[in-house]
């Protein structure tokens, strides 16, 4: 069993910055692509950055030039640098991964909620005007 734990959102102003932390946890696989979601009220879940074993990242094109998506390996951790943060960031950020091959960043094209598995619990962004 596979667990996440999101940490690192909070409130900030528009323009400020954060970085979100994901550590993975269980039993894992040494191939995988872990991805970064957002859900606003009302919303759906919206598929923000995504990185593979490899390396291997893609982002969406919404948050392209502001956020980046990194991993530490040694610490089983995926990470999401956010900067130039707008209110219409503001969202429950979820970590999930995938390790059956059902989608890897280095395709590209749109990061799909259905395509993992294994999810964490969120962790809140609110940027104010």
């Known amino acids: 069993q596979v667990q996440l734990v999101e940490s690192g959102g909070g409130s900030v102003e528009s323009g400020g910055s954060l970085r979100l932390s994901c550590v993975v946890s269980?039993?894992?696989?040494?191939?995988?692509?872990m991805a970064w979601f957002r859900q606003a009220p009302g919303k759906e879940r919206e598929g923000v950055a995504a990185?593979?074993?490899?390396?291997?990242?893609n982002v969406a094109d919404s948050v392209k030039g502001r956020f980046t998506v990194s991993q530490d390996k040694a610490k089983n951790t995926l990470y999401l640098e956010m900067t130039g943060l707008k209110p219409e960031d503001t969202a429950m950020y979820y970590c999930?991964?995938?390790?059956?091959?059902?989608?890897?960043?280095?395709?590209?094209?749109?990061?799909?909620?259905?395509?993992?598995?294994?999810w964490g619990q969120g962790t809140q962004v609110t940027v104010s005007s």
């Open positions: 999930a991964v995938d390790y059956t091959g059902n989608y890897y960043a280095s395709a590209g094209g749109t990061i799909k909620p259905a395509n993992f598995g294994n």
């Open positions: 269980g039993y894992t696989y040494e191939t995988y692509c």
């Open positions: 990185i593979d074993n490899d390396d291997s990242k």
